[in-house]
């Protein structure tokens, strides 16, 4: 709860400092505030401070108190740097310093306030979704790594029991129960093997009349990961809904959105291509443009445009890009790093090419292998691939076929919970990963 409530009172608090300190300004130089020109640029100020925390991770990020209060520090002095060079530019000033100033000084300890609870609300998470797994191996190891590295929800492996300890040899053996209760778990996960087991069925039926949670390892995975276990992709490819495939109203809402925001992206691309063009004289020389052709929505072959950051290929180089490559040019290296070179593909975004969410496309040698190694790899090409999307601030960069495979469970767990809300969700998340310079996909 204590998590949950931190972000948007973090944020509400942000926008009350502005309008408070706005508010007192205009009653002390005695002008209407909310007919006062200035009320749109506390707006626009207060838009500046949420965008800025919300990429340096505030208020639900930081791990440590020195994150939070370096955080703290940098989002509002980023924001007020930012409106302070619209007012050099515009030679007006547009908001007052007490409201500039005095609110970035006044979010540092409600913003420090407010990651400590969101911290402590994730250590109190932690204790709480106590984990016992009834899985091989394989699966626990697996499944620790994966609590340990960007769980959705918080949780730890106290213990796992492989199925064949966890069956009952008799009526008075109960492996599964006594584990629960010595570790002090609430939560039990059940992998295929475990659930066709009738002893550990009763097992479980007992704890679960007594408050223990039960999930089978892919629902545990789908709501605490985000994201679907490699052992149950085949089996369930078909076993759900897609919401471009089988509701109209989505796409058709989808597709607005693309056109609004690709429109808006070309001018953005207009101004950027004088600016890209003199950097690519200095240290990136030659074309502008990067074409390559990729796999979309159906099958349908589409070249998609990039800025080029790779020094111009002879035709010879066919491995995966690696997010280090020695190809990368000292320009290139400055895009990439920004995520300016994607900008060209809000032309494909207008085209239809690509949506602004969805799975990232790949090219189609890679897709061949892929789909020869994972008969259900194609199902990701029923819907139009995206800018960006789940796989990508989840889990990053692909640089071979077994993050290719590892990048798919987060794809198929967006194809099965595809919807507006989640789109809104994998934006935000690509804001927070550019602002935040974390990481880069495929």
Request: charged content about 25%; hydrophobic content about 45%.
């Amino acid at each position: 709860m204590l998590r949950r409530a931190a972000r948007p009172l973090f944020f509400l608090g942000v926008i009350a400092i502005v309008f408070g300190l706005g508010r007192y300004h205009a009653a002390r130089e005695s002008y209407e505030f909310t007919n006062s020109f200035r009320f749109a640029w506390e707006i626009t100020y207060g838009f500046l401070l949420v965008l800025a925390s919300y990429g340096a991770g505030l208020p639900d990020l930081a791990r440590t108190r020195k994150q939070a209060i370096t955080s703290a520090v940098l989002a509002p002095a980023a924001a007020a740097l930012g409106i302070s060079g619209v007012q050099l530019l515009t030679g007006d000033a547009l908001l007052p310093r007490l409201v500039v100033f005095g609110t970035a000084v006044l979010m540092v300890p409600w913003a420090i306030l407010c990651t400590m609870l969101a911290r402590g609300g994730r250590l109190r998470a932690e204790l709480r979704d106590r984990v016992v797994l009834v899985a091989d191996e394989a699966d626990a190891m697996a499944l620790r790594d994966e609590l340990v590295a960007a769980p959705e929800r918080p949780a730890v492996l106290v213990n796992h029991l492989l199925p064949d300890d966890a069956r009952a040899a008799d009526s008075k053996s109960k492996p599964l129960t006594e584990l629960v209760i010595s570790c002090g778990a609430n939560l039990v996960v059940l992998d295929r093997a475990a659930i066709v087991e009738p002893t550990i069925l009763s097992q479980v039926a007992a704890l679960h009349e007594h408050g223990i949670r039960v999930r089978t390892l892919s629902l545990f995975y789908e709501q605490w990961l985000g994201k679907l276990p490699i052992s149950e992709l085949e089996r369930v490819s078909l076993l759900f809904d897609i919401r471009e495939v089988h509701g109209g109203r989505y796409i058709r809402v989808k597709r607005m959105i693309d056109v609004i925001t690709s429109v808006v992206g070309v001018a953005v691309l207009a101004v950027m291509i004088p600016v890209v063009l003199v950097g690519n004289l200095i240290a990136n020389r030659g074309p502008l443009w990067y074409r390559q052709i990729r796999v979309g929505k159906g099958g349908h072959l589409f070249t998609m445009l990039k800025f080029r950051t790779m020094r111009p290929s002879d035709g010879t180089d066919t491995d995966w890009t690696q997010a280090s490559d020695p190809r990368i040019t000292p320009f290139g290296r400055c895009l990439r790093r920004t995520h300016l070179d994607e900008v060209p593909q809000l032309i494909n975004v207008l085209k239809g090419d690509l949506s602004i969410v969805g799975p990232r496309p790949e090219q189609p040698r890679y897709v061949e292998e892929l789909v020869e190694k994972l008969p259900f790899y194609d199902l990701r090409h029923l819907v139009r691939p995206g800018l960006t999307g789940w796989a990508q601030v989840k889990y990053g960069y692909a640089g071979d076929e077994r993050d290719a495979l590892e990048k798919l469970q987060y794809e198929f767990w967006y194809l099965r919970h595809q919807g507006l809300l989640v789109d809104a969700r994998i934006v935000g998340r690509t804001v927070r990963s550019v602002v935040g310079t974390e990481g880069r996909g495929r």
